[in-house]
Nanobody, 120 residues
Framework: QVQVVESGGGLVQPGGSLRLSCAVS????????MGWFRQAPGHEREEVAR???????DYADFVKGRFTISRDNSQYMMFLQMDSLKPEDTATYYC??????????????WGQGTQVTVSS
């Protein structure tokens, strides 16, 4: 079994910061690509950032310069440091994990999500 659990969401004012965590446990040999996605009500799920097992990161344009993705391969953890938050960042944030080589596929694992609300 593989478990993926996000944490760190909450309510924050515009311009504030949050740090999300994703913990992976279970039958793991090596984690490949990891990433953060988000989904707001009435919107499709969208990719926020991804990071390879070689620690190369890529970001969606709408978070560049504000969010930082990182991972600790020895701890099976991934993080998303979110700074300068905007109301439009409000969404449920999900962790996506691959246990095989390559890019995103239907066999990836997902967490249940953590809610981020940016409001005055």
């Amino acid at each position: 079994q593989v478990q993926v659990v996000e944490s760190g969401g909450g309510l924050v004012q515009p311009g504030g910061s949050l740090r999300l965590s994703c913990a992976v446990s279970g039958d793991i040999f090596r984690i490949g690509l990891m990433g953060w996605f988000r989904q707001a009500p009435g919107h499709e799920r969208e990719e926020v950032a991804r990071i390879t097992d070689g620690l190369m990161a890529d970001y969606a344009d709408f978070v560049k310069g504000r969010f930082t993705i990182s991972r600790d391969n020895s701890q099976y953890m991934m993080f998303l440091q979110m700074d300068s938050l905007k109301p439009e960042d409000t969404a449920t944030y999900y962790c996506r994990v691959k246990l095989s080589p390559g890019w995103w596929s239907e066999s990836d694992y997902w967490g249940q999500g953590t809610q981020v609300t940016v409001s005055s």
